[in-house]
Structure formats: structure tokens, C-alpha cells
Nanobody
Framework: VQLQASGGGLVEAGGSLTLSCAASGSIARVDVMGWYRQAPGKQRDLVAT???????NIAESVKGRFTIARDNAKNTVYLEMNSLKSEDTAVYYCNANLRPERYIQYQDYWGQGTQVTVSS
């Protein structure tokens, strides 16, 4: 099982980016998927999560600017980021709580991280 994130890059303040993260491998079911970010010298913080049923939890700092969505058929989660600010600069990591085939318990998996840089 692996998570592959894409879509990061360099954007000017006020611009937009969309991140994607696909879970692949022998997966029985994916529960919560989400995005976290880590700026240099800071801890990794939650950005947004979405359950298999579509219930969303989103950080106050990005509410109204970022939107999380998922495609359950593709085991893929998206993060649409609008009105980007310099303080959004960070490495963004996707996360999935999923149950691999032949396993009983759900496990957390992380993507490799994708850099988002917002220039002011």
C-alpha cells in the first residue's frame, strides 16, 4: 500500500493550487483521508480531513479558502487551495486510515509530501 501525492509547486499570493493523493495497492477499505502540513521548524498540523461518507473537518486557518474532496472509487483525496497566503507555505502530507486486504485493523499511511511555496 502506498500514497502518492502530487500537485505542489510555487504560486503567487492570492493564487490557487490543487493537490491530489491516491492510495494504491491491496486495499480493502479506506476510512478517513486527509491533508497535514509542516512548515520549517514547526510541527505537522492538520489542514483538513474527510471521512468515507464525506464528513469534513477543516482547520480554522484555511476555512473558506481550502476545500477537501475525495473520490472513493479511486481512493483519491483532493485539496483545492484558493487565496493562498505566504503562511500557507509548507510541505503538505496526505494521510489515509485504511484497512489493507487480509488485515483486520485499520492502519495509518502517509504520502511522501509535496512542497507548496507561496510567494508574497
Amino acid at each position: 500500500v502506498q500514497l502518492q501525492a502530487s500537485g505542489g509547486g510555487l504560486v503567487e499570493a492570492g493564487g490557487s493550487l490543487t493537490l491530489s493523493c491516491a492510495a494504491s495497492g491491496s486495499i480493502a477499505r479506506v476510512d478517513v483521508m486527509g491533508w497535514y502540513r509542516q512548515a520549517p521548524g514547526k510541527q505537522r498540523d492538520l489542514v483538513a480531513t474527510i471521512t468515507h461518507g464525506g464528513r469534513v473537518n477543516i482547520a480554522e486557518s484555511v476555512k473558506g479558502r481550502f476545500t477537501i474532496a475525495r473520490d472513493n472509487a479511486k481512493n483519491t483525496v483532493y485539496l483545492e487551495m484558493n487565496s493562498l497566503k505566504s503562511e500557507d507555505t509548507a510541505v503538505y502530507y496526505c494521510n489515509a486510515n485504511l484497512r489493507p486486504e487480509r488485515y483486520i485493523q485499520y492502519q495509518d499511511y502517509w504520502g511522501q509530501g509535496t512542497q507548496v511555496t507561496v510567494s508574497s
